[in-house]
Structures are given as C-alpha cells and as structure tokens.
C-alpha cells in the first residue's frame, strides 16, 4: 500500500491546529496541572481549578456538577494521550479582573486592594450569579474600610440593603448625612433604590431637618430670641426686635436642609460664621440712647445651637 500523501490544506490545518494550541493561556496563578475543570473568561484567559473548589465554595458551580453530564468520547491515547485527559472549558462570560478577583476569593489567596466601587460592584454581581457565601463576606468586611464608608456613602447604602447588611446600612446610612440627596447627582444611585429602603433614608434626612427648627423655634434653649416678649437684658426697658434672629434661623434651616449632618453650624469660625445673616444676629443690640447693650450672647446661643445638633437622629431606624 502507498504511503498517504498529504495535501496543502492539511499542512495549513495542522500548523493552525498547532498555533491553537500552544497560544492556550493559562492564568499564572491557576493553572494547577492535576486539576479536572478549566474556565474560560471573556477575554479567552484559562483558569485550571479543582472542580471540588468549585463545588463546596459555589452554589452554581455545586448545582452544575450534580447535573448528569453527556456521554463523553473515549479517545485513543495512542493518537492522542494528551488529550484523553484534558477537561473540557467551561466558557464564564465574565472579565479577566472579575474571574481572577473571585477566584482568588474562593481559593483563599490573597486579594488585591480594592480601588473603587465599580471594581467591588463587578465582583460582587459575580458572587451573587455563582452564589458564592464566602467571597461575598469577605468583600463585606472590606466595605466598612474609611475608604469606601466615606468616599461613596450613598452607594455603599444601596448595597447593603440588597445584600441586606443592616449595620452597614446604618453606618452608610449616617455617612450619607453629609450630602444633599435631592442633587441631581444622585438621582441615579438613588434609583437603584427600592421604596421600602430609601423611605428610612429620606426620613433620617428629613427628621433632622425638622426636628433642628423645632429646637432652635424652643423659648426655652433660646430665651432671648423665642421668648414673647423679651426685654434687653441690660437695660431691662427696650423690647427685642428679633428680626435678625428669625433671620438667622431661617439660614440655618436652609443648610441644614442641605447637609443635615449640620456639622458647619453653631461654630465661631468657618463659612457659616461669615454669613450676612450671622453678623447682624451678633451685632444687633438695644436701640435704647445710651444703652447699647448686645441683644443676643455669641458664645452661649452657639454652644446651644452645637447641643441641639447633638441631639439629633444619626441613623435609620430599623
């Protein structure tokens, strides 16, 4: 019999096949050689695991391997030893980033830092679709850092109440104090919200607004400006014209409505202290010739106004 002669087209095939092969990346870090599942990211990165990694740390993952499989081919290890043994890839139409972040969760090894919110999001919605306890924990722990319980208050909110993380909604839910909810900014974040949990924030936001005009309208922490009538504590004659101080008031509500943490008012220096509405409160005084004396006392109606603040709500009610 003729030996086989090879055409063309086969060389071209088997050089492609070739190229294939040997253009297989396997990620450094997961490449174990005796492990039995290999994943297949986005971007076509192979990552060699132990299917029971898999299987005791994801509920997907755990639910997929339960499944009956196909029938698979037996190949002929004399053309092919290879391959006899070369599990099949499972394609995970996540990124790189997503799939080696999470992996390295579920193997406990150790994780990068995490740099910013979109990161911790695009992980986070992996862990939920694989249903993976574990990585979801621990990205948990990590979102109570200064570096994002400040940075992005509102959004740590919103994922807290999806994952149902109630102290750290609480802690988030304090944070968010600094911030105006109703600028256009965070209509979108604030979207993402169901009525049941963003009712608790606007409520925070709004009782601390309401609650601080019912304190500074109170004859009783400030006599000299509530008090019907009031006479000039120096000369005991002339009646206060308290104008300046509903005034002053009325500036305070406002930004306090504005940023209910409240933490630029009843202060002796800084932007509110400068306000036009401030310097005529404090410079008001008896219109009494020959009297003059000053019609309210700084420094106590501004540690009274620190001590209303104090006593507001700072977190959603459960």
Same mark, same amino acid.
């Given at each position: 019999?003729?030996?086989?002669?090879?055409?063309?087209?086969?060389?071209?095939?088997?050089?492609?096949?070739?190229?294939?092969?040997?253009?297989?990346?396997?990620?450094?870090?997961?490449?174990?050689?005796?492990?039995?599942?290999?994943?297949?990211?986005?971007?076509?990165?192979?990552?060699?695991?132990?299917?029971?990694?898999?299987?005791?740390?994801?509920?997907?993952?755990?639910?997929?391997?339960?499944?009956?499989?196909?029938?698979?081919?037996?190949?002929?290890?004399?053309?092919?030893?290879?391959?006899?043994?070369?599990?099949?890839?499972?394609?995970?139409?996540?990124?790189?980033?997503?799939?080696?972040?999470?992996?390295?969760?579920?193997?406990?090894?150790?994780?990068?830092?995490?740099?910013?919110?979109?990161?911790?999001?695009?992980?986070?919605?992996?862990?939920?679709?694989?249903?993976?306890?574990?990585?979801? &924990?621990?990205?948990? *722990?990590? $979102? @109570?850092?200064?570096?994002? =319980?400040?940075?992005?208050? !509102?959004?740590?909110?919103?994922?807290?109440?999806?994952?149902?993380?109630?102290?750290?909604?609480?802690?988030?839910?304090?944070?968010?104090?600094?911030?105006?909810?109703?600028?256009?900014?965070? &209509?979108?974040?604030? *979207?993402? $919200? @169901?009525?049941?949990?963003? =009712?608790?924030?606007?409520? !925070?936001?709004?009782?601390?607004?309401?609650?601080?005009?019912?304190?500074?309208?109170?004859?009783?922490?400030?006599?000299?400006?509530?008090?019907?009538?009031?006479?000039?504590?120096?000369?005991?004659?002339?009646?206060?014209?308290?104008? @300046?101080?509903?005034?002053?008031?009325?500036?305070?509500?406002?930004?306090?409505?504005?940023?209910?943490?409240?933490?630029?008012?009843?202060?002796?220096?800084?932007?509110?202290?400068?306000?036009?509405?401030?310097?005529?409160?404090?410079?008001?005084?008896?219109?009494?010739?020959?009297?003059?004396?000053?019609?309210?006392?700084?420094?106590?109606?501004?540690?009274?106004?620190?001590?209303?603040?104090?006593?507001?709500?700072?977190?959603?009610?459960?």
């Amino acid at each position: 019999m003729a030996a086989p002669r090879y055409t063309k087209i086969d060389k071209i095939d088997a050089r492609l096949t070739s190229t294939a092969l040997s253009a297989r990346k396997y990620h450094p870090d997961f490449s174990f050689p005796d492990a039995d599942v290999i994943l297949r990211s986005f971007e076509g990165t192979l990552y060699r695991i132990h299917s029971y990694t898999l299987r005791t740390t994801s509920g997907l993952f755990n639910t997929m391997f339960n499944l009956p499989q196909p029938q698979k081919c037996v190949k002929d290890p004399h053309k092919d030893p290879k391959g006899a043994d070369e599990p099949e890839e499972i394609p995970i139409f996540e990124s790189d980033f997503v799939v080696e972040r999470l992996l390295r969760l579920l193997c406990s090894i150790p994780v990068p830092t995490w740099e910013s919110y979109d990161d911790v999001d695009r992980v986070l919605t992996a862990a939920e679709k694989w249903d993976t306890p574990g990585p979801i &924990a621990s990205i948990r *722990a990590a $979102l @109570t850092r200064p570096q994002f =319980l400040t940075s992005d208050p !509102l959004r740590l909110y919103v994922l807290a109440k999806h994952f149902g993380w109630n102290e750290e909604a609480k802690l988030a839910s304090t944070q968010t104090l600094r911030l105006n909810l109703h600028d256009p900014i965070y &209509a979108p974040t604030l *979207a993402r $919200l @169901t009525s049941k949990d963003l =009712l608790p924030l606007l409520n !925070l936001h709004r009782k601390r607004r309401d609650m601080f005009k019912k304190l500074l309208d109170s004859p009783g922490r400030f006599a000299a400006g509530n008090s019907s009538p009031y006479h000039c504590s120096r000369c005991g004659v002339t009646r206060l014209d308290n104008y @300046t101080w509903r005034e002053f008031k009325n500036a305070m509500f406002a930004e306090i409505d504005r940023r209910p943490l409240g933490d630029t008012l009843g202060l002796a220096f800084g932007p509110a202290a400068e306000w036009p509405e401030a310097k005529a409160c404090w410079e008001a005084m008896c219109t009494m010739e020959g009297c003059g004396g000053l019609n309210y006392d700084r420094i106590a109606t501004l540690r009274q106004i620190r001590n209303c603040i104090e006593l507001l709500p700072t977190t959603i009610e459960d």
